[in-house]
């Protein structure tokens, strides 16, 4: 296997093993903001940037930008 099918298939590997994580994340601000508005805002707003970062770097790049576009609406007076 070349080194660059190599890199290719373990940063594959990374990004399934770490997926849920993130999704986890946005889950857990979920269930803030149903508690605390204004606290689950913003802990949504930090756990939709962060996996749309993952995405990004993933290269998934539609679901990035999905991510992206859901971050002003949780934050008065951004955007």
Known sequence: MSSAVHWEFRTHLFAERVRGLFD????LARLLHRYDALA???A?????????TFHAAAKEFAAARDGFLRVPELLPGVG
Not at 24 to 27: I, M, N
Not at 44 to 52: E, G, I, K, P, S
């Open 24 to 27: 986890e994340g946005v889950s």
């Open 40 to 42: 689950g805002s913003r």
């Open 44 to 52: 949504l707003a930090t756990a939709l940037t962060d996996r749309a």
